[in-house]
């Protein structure tokens, strides 16, 4: 999972050089990222074969899957003009947006515990935006936009896993984000990256089928309340090769924000982890 951390940061860094130097459109680099990805997991896709895609929910596999690929889109734009510290503390609001939705589309219990912690970590969030500040950019709001529609993705995966296999699930989004994203692609124009921008595509590539593996192997071997902690490093992970690459150091506003977003974050998966533990789950 540390290592997933690690490689995930390292996407970030890549993402955002391919945007800020090396002047790629949204498109072009989710398309590449995830294409190039594809083709470094072939060999895992091979092995599953094709049982892994009986299903009997299509159109839930699509939805998931625009929904991640409107994520990455808006993910990357993101990059391109916010500074990366800033943009992983606010998709760390994603959790908060799954919350709402499991009350509204789930019909899961709400409780003031919940409600108080979710309005506890858009506090956070919303320091970190500062809209009331000079240096303020719209910018700043597209990384919650991408975390509350990666949380839409989120909560049909958890819809998909009542029936569906964890192979299947992983592998309809890995055949349907590519040409969805191919098609996001052409309508911009498909202009091909310059020459400089392929070392930098290969590697988003390359640290993308590399970082998803190692998730996935860590989740087969620990349970997910063990390994959920270890998401809030991804916040360091981020900052330091930020601050290496590009320069880019925190605020002192972002401090308290992130803060509060990760407290709000660890308390509610801790209460969530005790209910379970309650009901003898």
């Known amino acids: 999972m540390v290592l997933a951390g690690i490689g995930f940061a390292g996407i970030n860094v890549t993402l955002q050089w391919a945007g800020m130097v090396s002047g790629l ?15 470094f997991a072939l060999p895992l896709v091979w092995r599953q074969g094709l049982k892994a895609l009986r299903t009997r929910h299509p159109a839930l596999h699509i939805a998931r899957v ?5 994520g ?20 760390m609001t994603s959790p908060f947006f799954v919350l709402a939705g499991a009350a509204l589309l789930l019909g899961e219990k709400v409780t003031l515990e919940r409600i108080g912690a979710t309005a506890f970590g858009f506090t ?3 320091i970190i935006i500062a809209p009331w500040s000079e240096a303020f950019t719209p910018y700043a709001l597209l990384p919650v936009a991408a975390a509350a529609l990666w949380a839409g993705a989120s909560l049909i995966t958890k819809k998909l896993t009542a029936s569906e296999s964890p192979e299947s699930i992983a592998l ?21 990256p310059p020459a400089e921008g392929w070392a930098v595509l290969l590697t988003a590539g390359v640290l993308t089928a590399a970082a998803q593996y190692l998730l996935t192997r860590a989740y087969a071997v620990a349970d997910a309340a063990y390994l959920q902690p270890f998401e809030d490093l991804k916040l360091p992970f981020n900052i330091v090769l930020g601050w290496v690459i590009f320069g880019f150091a925190p605020d002192a506003a972002f401090w308290p924000g992130a803060a509060m977003i990760v407290l709000a974050s660890v308390y509610i998966m801790n209460r969530e982890t005790q209910a379970r533990r309650a009901m003898g789950k």
Do not use: D
Not at 66 to 70: E, K, P
């Open 66 to 70: 625009v929904l991640s690929a409107a």
């Open 172 to 192: 309809y989004l890995l055949l349907l984000l590519t040409p969805i994203n191919f098609a996001l692609y052409l309508g911009s124009g498909f202009a091909l």
């Open 72 to 91: 990455v889109q808006v993910w990357v734009i993101a990059l391109a003009h916010v500074p990366l510290w800033q943009a992983i503390a606010l998709s």
């Open 124 to 126: 956070g969030a919303l």
């Open 25 to 39: 459109s949204s498109t072009a680099v989710a398309f590449w990222q995830y294409f190039l990805a594809f083709i």
